[in-house]
């Protein structure tokens, strides 16, 4: 868990984002660009894209009966990238997507400085930088295992500190770049973070670490490794995940 007072939060103002890769890093990130492709590629065909008929827009009892996963996070916090890397990315290949309704809110213990305007985030400059792209993918790849493969690529490069080679990813996974980019630079992705600012600040009870793991309104805390169980005995519906069957004697 990171402590909402681990260290104090540095004050930034958003940096122009730099083309520069020294050649050793650009050997490495060509190293594992076949890595990307087999591991993060699974992602973008692990359920089909949304509808683009209206006819075929309807909401099924399925779809009416998910429950809602939001995950609450800091993007360069060691513990909430090993969880995406690690934890929450088992949803995707045991069939929990399809019945959960993954939000991301890529914001955490930052907060925007009332008399600069600022905002400030917890591990620096680089943080609100990623926070503001991950906002972007999430509001431009609206298909959630679109912009979640971007997210766990910007997230393994953060937990092997190379973070500032994020620019990688999108040619690892054959994602647009400039639709995320125009997002940043223009200032949108500044709106969408200050959303998630007034979001987190809504929650009931407050966060007090991060990841910050709720299953339908109800807060995990330290129970948040254990969200398939929560998720699985929260869900209604018909035609369970098998892995279900399972996770839920754990909390019991």
Excluded at 203 to 225: D, G, R, S
Aim: one cysteine or more; a neutral charge; hydrophobic letters at 40%.
């Amino acid at each position: 868990m990171h402590n909402l007072l681990d260290k104090p939060p540095v004050l930034v103002v958003l940096y122009p984002l730099s083309n520069k890769m020294t050649a050793p890093k650009l050997l490495f990130t060509c190293v594992i660009v076949f890595f990307w492709t087999l591991l993060l590629s699974s992602f973008l065909h692990a359920i089909p894209a949304y509808p683009t008929d209206d006819s075929l827009i309807k909401v099924s009892e399925t779809d009416s009966q998910k429950v809602n996963l939001s995950l609450y996070y800091d993007t360069l916090c060691p513990f909430c990238a090993t969880f995406i890397v690690k934890n929450l990315t088992g949803v995707f290949f045991e069939d929990l997507i399809n019945i959960i309704n993954l939000k991301l809110v890529p914001w955490g213990n930052s907060y925007i400085n009332k008399s600069s305007n600022g905002i400030v985030c917890q591990h620096g400059p680089d943080e609100c930088i990623l926070n503001i792209l991950e906002a972007c993918a999430i509001d431009v790849l609206q298909n959630v295992n679109k912009h979640y493969a971007l997210i766990y690529c910007f997230e393994f490069l953060a937990i092997e500190g190379r973070q500032k080679d994020w620019k990688s990813c999108f040619t690892s996974l054959g994602l647009p770049k400039k639709p995320v980019l125009d997002c940043y630079i223009s200032g949108n992705g500044t709106k969408l973070v200050q959303k998630y600012a007034d979001e987190t600040a809504r929650l009931n009870p407050p966060h007090t670490f991060v990841p910050w793991v709720v299953v339908n309104n109800h807060p995990l805390q330290e129970e948040y490794q254990n969200f398939a169980a929560y998720v699985c005995k929260a869900y209604k519906g018909n035609g369970a995940p098998e892995v279900c069957k399972s996770l839920v004697t754990q909390i019991n």
